[in-house]
């Protein structure tokens, strides 16, 4: 669950408000001259000055309407490549502004759409820069909103066009590995990082070394905890099947498609690992195994979270919560309930949100109470 903070990354360093307003009075000087000397050219640079000015300040609505008047002058003049510069401006500030709102405004879509038209102009121009730039900004956008999958589709045709540009190189990976590791595709994300380190290394650029570096030392940690207990848990099932231990066909089938499924979800198989577990579910349906069917309900929730299908992943969510609960599976419940705070907060659903994530708490605490218990017993 990703906690970044890209409107910090965005803008460049720490300014002044002397430094703002010096810049300010600088460029609206360049505007009065240019509309004197009706030099349009001029003019709309001063608007593109004063936009970024505005933007690097926080003032994301003044920013707009000094980019649009650039953007409008340069459509009259039919200048396509500060209509370009204009149209990734616009698209950088809608996603600035209120980011955290994108679902509540229509600040996401605005700032697609600036984006795409940029990447129209850049491709029929052949220009390729602005053509990485749009691919790199529409991949960051997507990203931003969790549509993980287009995100990647996006940082990848910024790859195929950058032929060895170590600095658009530097930047799709970067993006690719934030994308691949929100979508839960561990070793894909740690294979980008380590991409983008090594980039980063050949630049000498410290603060993406540094980001890339940071990013591969915690997935790999959790990676190697995530991944020895899902390789132990397959392995004591698959030695259960092939020993011959788990006596009825069914649930040894079952559990054969549940380890199927949790091998297609770490390659990014999410289709192929969504089927396997709903064909565990039918088949332990005929046997009444509840415990296969709450961990079968949890990968299916695990799988759709992975997909940014939300709404799904709830549904899947609650039905392995009932299910622990009635097994006194409290661990796996505290888990499922993290999980349906988190895909509430995806959604947009907030109130139910807080609920759960104030149910963790709860549980948590509980949990804890009756371990100390438990340990006293002991002792």
């Avoid at 960051?140 to 995100?151: E, G, I, M, S």
């Avoid at 899902?230 to 099947?241: C, H, K, R, S, Y």
Wanted: with cysteine.
């Amino acid at each position: 669950m990703e906690q970044e903070s890209e409107k910090e990354q965005e803008l460049e360093g720490n300014i002044s408000n002397y430094q703002i307003q010096r810049e300010i009075e600088s460029y609206e000087k360049e505007l009065e001259i240019a509309k004197e000397q009706k030099d349009q050219d001029q003019e709309t640079r001063a608007y593109l000055g004063l936009g970024h000015v505005y933007k690097l300040n926080n003032q994301f609505q003044t920013a707009i309407k000094h980019y649009e008047q650039a953007l409008e002058i340069a459509k009259e003049r039919k200048d396509q490549d500060q209509e370009a510069t204009a149209c990734l401006n616009l698209g950088a500030v809608h996603r600035l502004n209120n980011q955290s709102a994108y679902r509540l405004t229509n600040q996401f879509q605005k700032a697609i759409e600036y984006y795409e038209q940029a990447l129209e102009i850049a491709k029929e121009r052949k220009h390729e820069d602005q053509e990485t730039t749009a691919y790199l900004k529409l991949g960051q956008a997507y990203r931003l909103n969790n549509q993980f999958q287009t995100a990647i589709k996006y940082y990848k045709r910024a790859l195929e066009i950058a032929k060895g540009r170590k600095d658009i190189e530097a930047t799709a990976y970067l993006g690719l590995g934030k994308a691949y590791k929100m979508n839960n595709q561990i070793p894909t994300a740690i294979k980008y990082y380590e991409m983008a380190l090594k980039t980063a290394k050949e630049l000498e650029n410290e603060r993406n070394g540094n980001i890339a570096r940071n990013a591969i030392e915690e997935l790999s940690r959790n990676a190697d905890d995530a991944q020895l207990h899902d390789e132990t848990v397959d392995n004591v099932e698959q030695t259960g099947i092939e020993n011959g231990s788990i006596t009825d066909d069914r649930i040894a089938s079952a559990k054969q498609l549940l380890i199927l499924g949790r091998s297609c979800q770490t390659e990014g198989r999410s289709e192929e690992a969504i089927k396997s577990y709903k064909q565990a579910i039918q088949i332990v349906d005929e046997v009444d195994h509840n415990d296969i069917k709450a961990k079968a309900y949890q990968l299916l929730g695990n799988a759709f979270t992975g997909t940014s299908e939300y709404i799904k992943a709830i549904e899947y969510y609650q039905k392995a919560r009932q299910l622990y609960r009635v097994l006194e599976g409290d661990e796996s419940e505290v888990t499922a309930y993290q999980w349906l705070g988190y895909n509430h907060l995806q959604a947009g659903q907030y109130k139910e949100s807080i609920a759960y994530y104030k149910e963790v708490v709860q549980l948590a605490s509980q949990l804890g109470d009756k371990k100390d218990r438990l340990q006293l017993t002991l002792t």
